[in-house]
């Protein structure tokens, strides 16, 4: 089994930055993808951006050149640095991993821009 525990969320000013961090323990080596998805009121869940263990990102179009997820394998640990942040990137951020048989989820952190 594998777990993910998110942290770093919390509320900024727009224009403001947030980092997230996602830790990920037990059978570490089952992941071979992670990244963050986020939900915002009333809307579906959505993927912002995924690395691979190999280090190669990609990032949902509207966030390019506004986050960046970078990870330390010898941590065990994916981020996403969030900077100029918006009201409309209010939303619960989820921290994914790919397995080879099942994905697994963080709890979610919230993510609040007050405008």
């Not at 570490?28 to 939900?39: A, D, H, P, S, V």
Request: positive net charge; glycine residues 14%; proline residues 1%.
């Amino acid at each position: 089994q594998v777990q993910l525990v998110e942290s770093g969320g919390g509320l900024v000013q727009a224009g403001g930055s947030l980092r997230l961090s996602c830790a990920a323990s037990g059978s570490r080596f089952m992941i071979n993808l992670m990244g963050w998805y986020r939900q915002a009121p009333g809307k579906q869940r959505e993927w912002v951006a995924t690395i691979t263990t190999g280090g190669v990102t990609n990032y949902l179009a509207s966030v390019v050149g506004r986050f960046t997820i970078s990870r330390d394998n010898a941590k065990n640990t994916v981020y996403l640095q969030m900077n100029s942040l918006k009201s409309e990137h209010t939303a619960i951020y989820y921290c994914y991993g790919r397995g080879c048989i099942t994905n697994y989820w963080g709890q979610g952190t919230q993510v609040t821009v007050s405008s």
